[in-house]
């Protein structure tokens, strides 16, 4: 059984300081890219970071470059996003993502989210 766990959320004062894990199992998870996207009230869910499966990073959201980093561990299947300078406008639920193309197929999977609250 596939599953994606973020945990880590949670509410911070702005200038804070959060970091967001994601948990793999029930799939090879050094097969897979993974990625984090964020989707904010009343706005589509977006890419915020994305990571290779030998750990090589693709561009960043240009809302958050400089202040999100993103990263993997293999050997406990876990992502990572290290979340630094928060703002308000980081606020939204922040979702794990797995992807893989095998064999003429995508496979997708996601989390169930994780809330983020930038408030003072």
């Known amino acids: 059984q596939v599953q994606l766990v973020e945990s880590g959320g949670g509410l911070v004062q702005p200038g804070g300081s959060l970091r967001l894990s994601c948990a793999a199992s029930g799939f090879t998870f050094s097969s897979y890219a993974m990625s984090w996207y964020r989707q904010a009230p009343g706005k589509e869910r977006e890419l915020v970071a994305a990571?290779?499966?030998?750990?090589?990073?693709?561009p960043y959201a240009d809302s958050v470059k400089g202040r999100f980093t993103i990263s993997r561990d293999n050997a406990k299947n876990t992502v990572y996003l290290q979340m630094n300078s928060l703002k308000p406008e980081d606020t939204a639920v922040y979702y794990c993502n797995a992807r893989r193309y095998l064999g003429g197929n995508w496979y997708n999977y996601w989390g169930q989210g994780t809330q983020v609250t930038v408030s003072s």
């Open positions: 990571i290779t499966t030998t750990g090589g990073s693709t």
